[in-house]
């Protein structure tokens, strides 16, 4: 059973920095060798969307409102996916999500939340300005 756990989420002034953390246990990395894992977030009365991937090569991607400002990384040995967040905005103030798909890598597969099947419960960051 696979389990993701987000922390990290808190309230911040714009420009500040958070570092999210997203635990994933029951995930076996020797039986899933292909997986992407992903950070997606929904802000109130908005769709969710993909903001940050990262799949089993390292390789990373992310949608063009937050390049240059986030980075997706993950320590395997630790079973833990990270999102830091550099100069927030107001418009970063969402519920984030971490969420797994196992036997693809990122770039087979879209941005959109329906191609993975485990979820975390999500963290909630706010940023004021």
């Known amino acids: 059973q696979v389990h993701l756990e987000e922390s990290g989420g808190g309230s911040v002034q714009a420009g500040e920095s958070l570092k999210l953390s997203c635990e994933v246990s029951g995930f076996s990395y020797r039986l899933y060798r292909l997986y992407c894992m992903s950070w997606f977030r929904q802000a109130p009365g908005q769709e969710r969307e993909g903001v940050a991937r990262?799949?089993?090569?390292?390789?990373?991607s992310y949608v063009d409102s937050v390049k240059g400002r986030f980075t997706i990384s993950k320590d395997n040995a630790k079973n833990i996916l990270y999102l830091q967040m550099n100069d927030l905005k107001p418009e970063d103030s969402a519920t984030y999500y971490c969420?797994?798909?196992?036997?693809?890598?990122?770039?087979?597969?879209?941005?959109?939340?329906?191609?993975?099947?485990?979820w975390g419960q999500g963290t909630q960051v706010i940023v004021s300005s």
């Open positions: 990262i799949d089993n090569t390292a390789e990373a």
């Open positions: 969420a797994v798909r196992p036997y693809d890598r990122c770039q087979y597969i879209s941005w959109e939340d329906r191609n993975y099947p485990y």
